[in-house]
DNA sequence: TCTGGGGTCCTACCTCTT
DNA sequence: TCTGAAGAGGTAGGACCC
């Protein structure tokens, strides 16, 4: 068996940060709100002709997936994820609504000043869902099950959006719970679920042992295969392998933790405010690129919504990441790191396009992400484009001797050539702060008029690459 | 017929420094 | 001066989540 957490008194019910806290004595109580379809919940709200109505949200175009899909198209056996082609031919008569993130943004932040108002400790998952440590709130309104109906009871007077609560002493259990909750659909029709269920500390072994192993965080397609040729079904199942076979399975970390999981003794705190660590954009292209002219346009586009949201959010990063995408699915990325944190889409650009030059194209690029990490506070100081550090550099400067003071050099594929003189730009404090101003410029024209109202001059009139 | 976008975390491997 | 070990930092890919 497992070793259980060890018990500390008078613990606060919450973590901020990054910051993990010993277990509380008394069992939790974690509160899992997870909206019911919530973006197609959002768009029947603004548009209620599409009540009742099998509503798909995303999967417009070609190539993309369905996002969102009411309980009526779910009973045709639409799926979110699914390839809107597959979608289209299950459900014919589907309505297909294009997503509107912005609006779910706003739903989104009034849900959870709703849930900020039951407890500061609210850990936010995704858009539609939250994690809740009621414990200490637990005297003053009432008990678990009563916060969960006040809750729903408010969220539907409010929002006019149904939710389903999962009540219980860990995360994951309260997950679990709140998906039993939830109504479902099948070819028989749409059958509304009991909107909360509650999971005793008692009961919480055996309700956890009862569900197939894949509902299990942590276990996706490929640790699924593993285990099922293990003849591991269920979480009981998993449960009863030593800890040692399934590190040997899945390797140390996941296997450890998943052990403890399925025993109910892995205490994963409600985590308040969680910074970022990465920023990116990507996307697919409706038809597939070969053109280095069109490419390079798109990394600067990409790296301009980066370079905003980063300077929106007060940040700067140290690592650029490309992300390719090949016509025959293949992913690779390329990354490069420097000395300095940078915020200013021409220089994430041209480290992007650096980064590029170095891929051959040929195969055709379906799609193309720019991303960036190694975040820091405060914003940039200056930067030079040959502060990079990239894979080439490294590998160039091993075989050459180790010196730092080469040329500047880039990876291209095994054929590794010094480039010409390093291209610098201006520092911030001379031609730099022009620029600065420059960019506090257009941050503030996009937060008035949107992220269409201004761009690089390059991109005039081609926004974004045709879409078919 | 295909297979999005935005994230986090982990692992393996490589290079550099001490 | 050479060598090996250990640790840090960086890169790339994979798995997973919503």
Not at 107 to 114: D, F, K, Q, R, T
Not at 166 to 193: F, M, W, Y
Not at 447 to 464: E, H, K, Q, T, Y
């Amino acid at each position: 068996m497992v070793e259980r957490g060890t018990v500390s008194s008078d613990i606060p019910d919450i973590v901020a940060g990054a910051a993990v806290q010993p277990a509380p004595a008394r069992p939790r109580s974690i509160v899992h709100v997870d909206m019911d379809a919530f973006f197609v919940a959002v768009e029947v709200g603004d548009d209620p002709s599409l009540r009742g109505r099998p509503v798909v949200v995303g999967g417009a175009g070609r190539r993309g997936v369905v996002a969102a899909a009411s309980y009526q198209a779910r009973a045709f056996g639409v799926r979110s994820a699914m390839p809107s082609a597959t979608a289209r031919r299950l459900c014919p008569e589907a309505v297909f609504v294009a997503a509107r993130h912005a609006r779910y943004r706003e739903v989104s932040a009034e849900l959870h000043a709703i849930l900020g108002e039951v407890t500061p400790a609210v850990e936010g998952v995704s858009l539609d869902e939250a994690f809740l440590d009621v414990t200490g709130a637990l005297r003053r309104l009432g008990g678990a099950r009563s916060i969960a109906a006040a809750l729903r009871e408010r969220i539907h007077g409010d929002l006019g959006l149904s939710c389903s609560v999962g009540v219980a002493p860990r995360k994951l259990t309260a997950k679990l719970a709140s998906e039993a909750a939830k109504p479902t659909a099948s070819s028989q029709g749409v059958h509304p679920g009991p909107g909360i269920v509650v999971v005793d500390p008692h009961e919480e072994l055996a309700f956890l042992h009862a569900h197939p192993v894949e509902a299990m965080w942590g276990i996706g397609s490929a640790t699924l295969a593993r285990l099922q040729r293990r003849g591991v079904r269920t979480i009981g199942e998993l449960a009863r392998l030593p800890e040692a076979a399934l590190v040997g399975m899945v390797g140390a970390s996941l296997g450890r933790t998943l052990h403890a999981r399925s025993w109910a003794a892995s205490d994963e705190p409600v985590v308040v405010g969680r910074a970022p660590k990465s920023i990116s954009h990507e996307e697919t292209f409706a038809v597939d690129h070969r053109s280095r002219a069109v490419l390079d346009r798109e990394v600067l586009r990409l790296a301009d919504a980066v370079a905003g949201r980063l300077r929106r959010a007060g940040l700067a990063a140290r690592t650029l990441q490309v992300k390719i995408r090949f016509a025959d699915f293949r992913t690779i990325t390329r990354s490069s790191t420097c000395r300095q944190p940078m915020d200013d889409a021409r220089v994430l650009a041209s480290v992007g396009r650096e980064l590029l030059g170095s891929v051959d194209l040929a195969p055709g690029v379906r799609l193309l992400g720019v991303g960036v990490s190694r975040l820091s506070a405060g914003g940039c100081t200056q930067l030079c484009l040959d502060d990079t550090t990239g894979p080439g550099d490294r590998r160039a400067r091993a075989r050459s001797g180790g010196s730092k003071a080469m040329g500047h050099r880039r990876s291209t594929g095994g054929d590794d050539r010094v480039e010409q003189e390093p291209t610098f730009l201006p520092e911030r404090g001379s031609g730099g702060a022009d620029r600065a101003r420059a960019d506090a410029a257009v941050d503030e024209l996009r937060r008035r008029f949107g992220d269409a109202a201004i761009g690089p001059a390059s991109l005039v009139g081609r926004r974004r690459a045709p879409r078919r």
